[in-house]
């Protein structure tokens, strides 16, 4: 039985490039859930695309002194190359700056506003009389109302995390000239989500039993504490989709209200590139279908709250003026796995401080498995964890190349050495070799389960004592003294060896997908665990734009044990992870300045 699966990821801003923190926090749990499902033969869809809109993107663009274009294709690009680098396999990254996107964008838009759930009002706006224009909310910063920081943005202060109400920041000023911003009316639509919030609460309590605390308990408690109140989904701001209602020009939707809706305008646009435009609804209007929301803490209430809010409100009437057809519903969040922030020595990232390790630049000197090793081992799943390079290298060189690498490495070469290229033929397993073979096999069950319900680092940790007991076994039979005595014998230990590497291979696969199907090599196989990556340009009435891809193996291979067969060619083996030198941390270090 296949089910449709769809892995949904945070879209990045395309003002910043991706480090550590946001590997951890959202890709990398999506791509590991997503590399499961489909060994599982679950059809998955996994999808997100850059942020391409909104005034992150222009305050980026006009402090590089670059058109805002040039600007999100350059970071998008970057993304593009990052994310095939550490094997992040969207079946679509794509971005918000599209044709489809919009007019998907515009039909929820339509659908929300034809159902009552959007109305105006003038409100007051920060407006810089210097410009001569609305400024958006990220161009006036001040002291925050809540905490008295000095640094806020008026919408967000990252300080007390808290979303603001602009126009209550104290002492504001515009970011692009210093200059004493004035607050007007300005006209926009607001959602109002203090009628929906009866659907939103039901949508919740139907989760809370399998939700994470953190999410449920942060999404509950702000309807319990201050209920939900309306907010604006328009902006004074002309780089982004433009509100579709006569007499709207020059104000575009607001960046959180259209970001999200990407989940469902990639679905739409990877089925219109694959030649089967209706494909999207078996994720989106086949309600059996299960949808995966891979986020940040940060993310929480736009996922949790405004996003279901939005779909519940637009109801059947966005497939209606989407397609022209019957009306149906869309398919509300299943899960909402977000993780805590991930933090770097001690100190919380800043990119803008080049406090971070960033992504693309990690993977200009190692290895895209370690990386992922070492992001899942420390997860910050329930609470904040931390990049410490001297564990980083701790790790990689006691796990992921002492124990792991090191029960692969000391069973293929002796395999490929002393039978020939094959692997050898057991006769009779013994009862210590069934024994085994039976414990890391029990592991497809155990890391099967934690994979379902997303806890990953229990899933890697169960996958990495398994091959520590490998090691015991290969301690206790220890082959290389048996070959001198009985080759009989030294072939049921290495062929069970060969048993327990072949079933680990399979389950570190998601973790290490790199590694994995090096060894899958290594061991004979010809079909390949996992598709290929690849880049490809799209084309609209808005130009140009790349997208990153993913060509599924055909077969595909399969979440179950194994069944290596006696005289099965094998491949001359290599090491699979690279030991790593203690002064590397110093070095890391060194280069973050400290
Ligand atoms: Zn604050």
Redesign the pocket.
Known sequence: MSNNILIAIAWPYANSEIHVGNITGSHLPGDIVARYHRLKGDRILMVSGTDSHGTPVTLRADADGLPVEEVYQRYHNGFLELFQKAGISYDLFTTTHTENHFKVSQSLFLALLKNGFLYTESRPQWYSPAARRFLPDRYVEGT?Y????EG?RSDQ?D??G?VLEPEKLLNPHSKEDGSTPELRETKHYFLDLSKLEPDVEAFLRERQSYWRDTVIGQSLGQIENEGLLPRPITRDLDWGIPVPVDGWEGKCLYVWFEAVIGYLSATIEWAQITHQPDAWRDWWTDLSAKTFYFIGKDNIFFHATMWPAQLMGAGQDFVKIFTGGEGDPLNLPYDLPANQFMNLEGQKISGSRNWAVWGRDFLSRYDADALRYYLTINMPELKDSDWDWDEFVARNNNELVATWGNLANRTLPFAYKHWDGRVPDPGELRPIDKAIIAVVEEGFKTIGEHLEAVRLRAALSEALRLAKEGNKYQDTTSPWFEVKSDKNEAAKSIYTALRIVDNLKVLFSPFLPFSSERLHRYLGYTQPLFGEQYIEAQQDSLGTHNTLRYRPPKPGWNWEPSSLQAGQLLESPAPLFKKLDPEVADQERARLGK
């Open positions: 925050c809540i905490c008295g920081f806020a202060c300080n007390c808290n």
